[in-house]
């Protein structure tokens, strides 16, 4: 019996990485999973695997920027499976980091499209299919960039995740009516593609992890796990709440 037996999920940026884990241990655990990504032919090879180990995975083209493409997304989940259970707002993007005054207004944008607008797409396409289930579970994938260590951070990625955080908290308490909650996650450094991509130089990475108690960056197994349980009826009474996944670097 998994933890999501007769659940119906919606992930964003599932082609790859921590989202591409999320859907498949969500179709392990019993979900009817839809993820979405701009990474097509990944997104297929991902929803490939998931049938070939016996679970329900479909993968849609999904721009998160995209209004039109959150609406269709959201129809296809409903339309297939008749209803929205869980949403997990995946997808973001991160760029190398430069002073607040060289960072041009396009990338500033651009972050925020990604990070911020699309998780307010994403979650306002997926309250009303979350109202007539009867209620469901939202979870932001933010950072601990959102939160704090300052000093070291990307501006504009910060201050997007800084956004999500503090939405989850609206979201939560708006909709708490609703039977709907919703809560975010902030990992700190993670061992994906997109924090090699962010951090090329291993001297930077290194120095970054000394940032870190324990030493070493997250996995992807361990935010997953993470995701899972807030995703569940396991985390039934929580909902505006931050999960911290950092190796303690919040702690200093």
């Known amino acids: 019996m998994g933890k ?6 919606l992930i ?6 921590q989202g591409a884990a999320e859907a498949e241990t969500f179709a392990r655990e019993g979900a009817k999973v839809v993820f979405g990504d701009v990474r097509d032919a990944e997104g297929q090879k991902v929803e490939a695997t998931i049938r070939a180990h016996g679970g ?3 993968y849609v083209h999904l721009d998160v920027t995209s209004e039109a493409d959150w609406k269709s997304a959201i129809q296809t989940v409903t339309g297939r499976y008749g209803k929205l259970d869980i949403l997990i707002n ?4 991160v760029i190398p980091r430069v002073a607040i005054e060289e960072r041009t207004v396009e990338e500033w944008d651009r972050v925020m499209a990604v990070n911020a607008r699309g998780v307010f797409l994403g ?9 007539r289930a009867g209620g469901g579970s939202i979870v932001n994938i933010s950072s601990v960039a959102g939160i704090g260590q300052s000093l070291h951070q990307e501006p504009a990625y910060a201050a997007s995740k800084g956004a999500i955080r503090i939405f989850t908290k609206v979201t939560a308490s708006q909709h708490a009516k609703d039977r709907i909650r919703c809560n975010s996650v902030h990992p700190g450094p993670v061992d994906t593609d997109m924090l090699h991509s962010a951090m090329p130089d291993p001297e930077v990475l290194k ?12 996995t992807v197994a361990e935010i997953v796990t993470a995701v899972l349980y807030l995703a569940s009826d396991d985390s039934a009474y929580m909902t505006g709440s931050e999960l911290v996944i ?3 670097a919040l702690a200093q």
Do not use: F, Q, Y
């Not at 999501?4 to 999920?9: F, N, Q, R, T, W």
């Not at 995946?90 to 993007?93: D, H, K, S, Y």
């Not at 979650?123 to 109202?131: E, G, L, S």
């Open 123 to 131: 979650t306002k396409h997926a309250i009303p299919a979350m109202r």
């Open 56 to 58: 329900e995975g479909v």
């Open 246 to 248: 950092d190796g303690g």
């Open 4 to 9: 999501l037996d007769g659940k119906v999920a």
């Open 12 to 17: 964003s940026g599932g082609a790859r990485g």
């Open 90 to 93: 995946n997808a973001a993007i």
């Open 207 to 218: 120095k970054r992890l000394e940032r870190v108690p324990l030493g070493r960056m997250g």
